[in-house]
């Protein structure tokens, strides 16, 4: 994954939101995932597509955390965004 | 009055089915119980009595504080245990307590419109959850994921604290 990588949530999906956390199912497989802190910033980012830049830029912005580091770990999320079908990822 | 029992007054969901079906009780307290027509029952299995919940004397606040049977009193969730602590504001608490209820309300109406406006059918809710064959077979999945939601928060908020670090030893 490159920092030009484009990231798109898929429409596969249904969320409710409280308490500070994004319950999140894919429709298909029924699968929910619980989001929580960084994680549903970066799924509350992707409401409208991003590049892996510009997702490190915003929570690098917001949170006290290295570029590098955040951006090691956006990448380990949304690859398992990606796999769970939550999200696509254009090169 | 004091943020602990102002959030209790303002919440209520322990008494209202949001949380439980039934509380424990004992022996001695029946003649009360009686008198409050609260419908109580002996379960065998366990050797314990219980009365039903939702309580029909919740109206926005307990209506009879003064007489309420002792596990009223003595129920502690574990978000009052984190407001006491000062580890969570009121106003934090309060919000949460009302989300959680604006999403039970949906549930309710949804899921189980026989149920009175204010009261809740947890143990019904529990097992629409479960009877699932598999959610992603959901006839409605947004009514899905917001049923997990809803579990998710009153296991997390609205359960008393694990006994190790909990004072109250009431078994609701």
């Known amino acids: 994954m490159s920092p030009n990588t484009a990231v798109q949530r898929t429409n596969n999906h249904v969320e409710t939101v409280l308490d500070g956390e994004i319950a999140l199912m894919h429709i298909d497989s029924g699968n929910i995932y619980a989001l929580r802190d960084v994680s549903a910033k970066v799924w509350e980012l992707l409401e409208s597509p991003k590049t892996l830049a510009e997702l490190t830029a915003r929570i690098v912005n917001d949170y006290e955390v290295d570029s590098q580091r955040c951006q090691e770990d956006l990448v380990l999320l949304l690859n398992d965004l990606a796999k769970n079908d939550l999200v696509t990822l254009q090169p | ?172």
């Open chain 2, 1 to 172: 009055m004091d943020d602990a029992s102002t959030l209790c007054t303002r919440c209520g969901m322990c008494c209202t089915g949001h949380v439980f079906h039934r509380a424990r009780t004992t022996e001695s307290e029946i003649p009360l119980l009686d008198e409050l027509k609260l419908a109580h029952h002996y379960d065998a299995e366990l050797g314990k009595s219980w009365f039903n919940l939702p309580c029909h004397h919740w109206d926005q606040q307990c209506t009879t504080y003064a007489h309420k049977p002792v596990t009223c009193g003595k129920y502690e969730c574990q978000l009052l245990t984190r407001v006491k602590a000062g580890a969570v504001g009121l106003d934090e608490a309060l919000k949460l307590t009302s989300d959680i209820k604006r999403l039970g309300s949906h549930l309710r109406q949804e899921l189980m419109p026989d149920i009175a406006e204010r009261h809740f059918d947890r143990q019904r809710l529990v097992a629409w959850i479960k009877d699932k064959p598999s959610a992603g077979q959901a006839s409605d999945p947004k009514l899905f994921v917001d049923a997990v939601a809803y579990e998710r928060a009153v296991s997390k908020h609205l359960m008393k604290a694990p006994a190790a670090h909990s004072k109250n030893t009431q078994n609701n």
